[in-house]
């Protein structure tokens, strides 16, 4: 009988020693992926759009009038541009060049400071 009694008290020991641990467990988990969460909301913000401030535009090799240029490319000047902002400019540059003159060369842009550079590589 005291050995039962033992073995009862023994295993019940052991039960609630498991228990403790496994809830232990459970809560670290959670905290973990909260952590994960909160690392990967900032990572987000911080790797957002990224944007310059142009202020000017510069294009070599591009042979543009003063009309065409104020009309394609002034509007961009003195703004905050993201990749993709610039990425419009170059496409839409890119097809009035080709309608201008039936050859479109390509664009590359490199950006120094607050300037965009914008130059005519032929394809």
Avoid: C, H
Avoid at 34 to 59: A, Q, T, Y
Avoid at 100 to 111: F, K
């Amino acid at each position: 009988m005291i050995k039962k009694i033992f073995l009862l008290v023994f295993l019940t020991g052991i039960s609630a020693v498991s228990f403790a641990q496994v809830q232990t467990s459970l809560s670290q988990v959670e905290r973990s992926q909260e952590l994960i969460n909160e690392n990967e909301s900032l990572r987000k913000r911080v790797e957002g759009p990224e944007k310059n401030f142009i202020k000017e535009i510069i294009l070599i090799g591009i042979n543009l009038s003063e009309k065409r240029f104020k009309e394609l490319i002034s509007p961009y000047e003195k703004r905050w541009l993201s990749k993709y902002d610039i990425r419009l400019i170059v496409d839409s540059l890119e097809n009035a060049l080709k309608k201008d003159s039936g050859q479109a060369p390509e664009i590359s842009y490199e950006v120094k400071g607050q300037q965009l550079i914008l130059k005519a590589e032929a394809k």
